[in-house]
């Protein structure tokens, strides 16, 4: 059974840094992409950032680049996200993702996270 588990998620002010942690366990199969999400209040999920297993290769939505980045340990099958800058729009429940393997829909992702608080504060 596939499990991940977020860490790092806690309540900031504008301005600092936080950095999530997401472990992967129970992996019966190669992960292809690990990914992070979020779900602000009132809003639907939207992707923030992946990353190939494999290669390392990053992906962002644009107006998280230059503040968020992903980056991950395959010896620890562990994903992080470096979080910078945070502002108050950044308040969300975060939550880590992981993808099989490629097909036509690159933001479906197969397991996911119970998910980390994340809150910014002015």
């Known amino acids: 059974q596939v499990q991940l588990v977020e860490s790092g998620g806690g309540l900031v002010q504008a301005g600092a840094s936080l950095r999530l942690s997401c472990a992967a366990s129970?992996?019966?199969?190669?992960?292809?992409?690990m990914g992070w999400f979020r779900r602000a209040p009132g809003k639907e999920r939207e992707f923030v950032a992946g990353?190939?297993?494999?290669?390392?290769?990053?992906v962002y939505t644009d107006s998280k680049k230059g503040r968020f980045t992903i980056s991950r340990d395959n010896a620890k099958n562990t994903v992080y996200l470096q979080m910078d800058s945070l502002k108050p729009e950044d308040t969300a429940v975060y939550y880590c993702?992981?993808?099989?393997?490629?097909?036509?829909?690159?933001?479906?992702?197969?397991?996911w996270g119970q998910g980390t608080q994340v809150t910014v504060s002015s």
């Open positions: 990353i190939s297993w494999t290669r390392g290769t990053t």
């Open positions: 129970g992996l019966t199969f190669p992960m292809y992409m």
């Open positions: 993702a992981v993808k099989r393997g490629p097909d036509n829909t690159p933001l479906r992702y197969d397991y």
